[in-house]
């Protein structure tokens, strides 16, 4: 009897052996997968996802650049007191201008709110003189469950050497009035600008604020 358990506790080892191996290939996770928490000064995931232009996109085609990676969802008012008073846009302009890599990434599901077709996004982000680098659909949630993000939006910040050396709020300022922008510390220049200075980040992670992910 225990021969048999045996042999069935070496069957689970190695299946799930098998099973991390090919998500690690892939470059992502399995739908559905949460993990608790990303950590700030480790290693990013990697992931792949297709962009509004039906471009295959990887994190790790942008090794040797900043990344930011922006979780959005234009039903929440708290992205849209950064749309709407163009504070989102300028950081997009200011940072791709010194060629920073900006990825929007909305992973509301089908039905959710913010959930949109890959055109509908183009006309919003047209519509709104935004500047990311690519719009990803992140459909399935799992980006958003890998780097937990919780909140729309969520913010962080990749270097060059792929380490993610801020994670969190855009600002400090968590309310929906765009006037409270002009007097808010904003984290995600805050952490580029040190970071491309050589020096640490001083806050690398806080807690992100806004609507929930729609998963």
Same mark, same amino acid.
């Given at each position: 009897?225990?021969?048999?358990?045996?042999?069935?506790?070496?069957?689970?080892?190695?299946? #799930?052996?098998?099973?991390?191996?090919?998500?690690?290939? #892939?470059?992502?996770?399995?739908?559905?997968?949460?993990?608790? /928490?990303?950590?700030?000064?480790?290693?990013?995931?990697?992931?792949?996802?297709?962009?509004?232009?039906?471009?295959?996109?990887?994190?790790?085609?942008?090794?040797?650049?900043?990344?930011?990676?922006?979780?959005? @969802?234009?039903?929440?008012?708290?992205? /849209?007191?950064?749309?709407?008073?163009? @504070?989102?846009? /300028?950081?997009?302009?200011?940072?791709?201008?010194?060629?920073?890599?900006?990825?929007?990434?909305?992973? #509301?599901?089908?039905?959710?709110?913010?959930?949109?077709?890959?055109?509908?996004?183009?006309?919003?982000?047209?519509?709104?003189? $935004?500047?990311?680098? $690519?719009?990803?659909?992140?459909?399935?949630?799992?980006?958003?469950?890998?780097?937990?993000?919780?909140t729309t939006p969520a913010m962080y910040v990749i270097n060059p050497e792929g380490i993610l050396v801020?994670?969190?709020?855009?600002?400090?300022?968590?309310?929906?009035?765009a006037s409270e922008i002009a007097t808010a510390k904003n984290y995600v220049a805050a952490a580029l600008?040190?970071?491309?200075?050589? /020096?640490?980040?001083?806050?690398?992670?806080?807690?992100?604020?806004?609507?929930?992910?729609?998963?």
């Open positions: 009897m225990r021969k048999r358990e045996n042999f069935f506790v070496f069957l689970v080892l190695i299946m #799930s052996f098998v099973c991390l191996g090919a998500q690690a290939e #892939s470059g992502g996770v399995a739908p559905g997968t949460h993990f608790s /928490k990303v950590t700030v000064n480790t290693k990013a995931p990697l992931f792949t996802l297709t962009d509004t232009k039906n471009k295959v996109i990887k994190l790790s085609d942008f090794k040797g650049k900043y990344v930011v990676l922006e979780w959005f @969802n234009f039903g929440c008012p708290f992205v /849209k007191k950064h749309y709407e008073s163009g @504070n989102m846009q /300028k950081l997009q302009k200011d940072y791709t201008g010194k060629g920073v890599v900006w990825l929007s990434i909305c992973s #509301s599901a089908p039905g959710k709110q913010g959930h949109e077709s890959a055109a509908e996004y183009n006309r919003d982000f047209a519509e709104k003189n $935004a500047a990311p680098t $690519a719009i990803l659909i992140d459909t399935e949630g799992k980006v958003g469950h890998l780097y937990d993000a919780k801020y994670a969190g709020a855009i600002d400090d300022t968590p309310g929906t009035d600008d040190e970071s491309m200075a050589g /020096k640490p980040v001083t806050t690398p992670e806080t807690k992100s604020y806004g609507c929930s992910v729609k998963y």
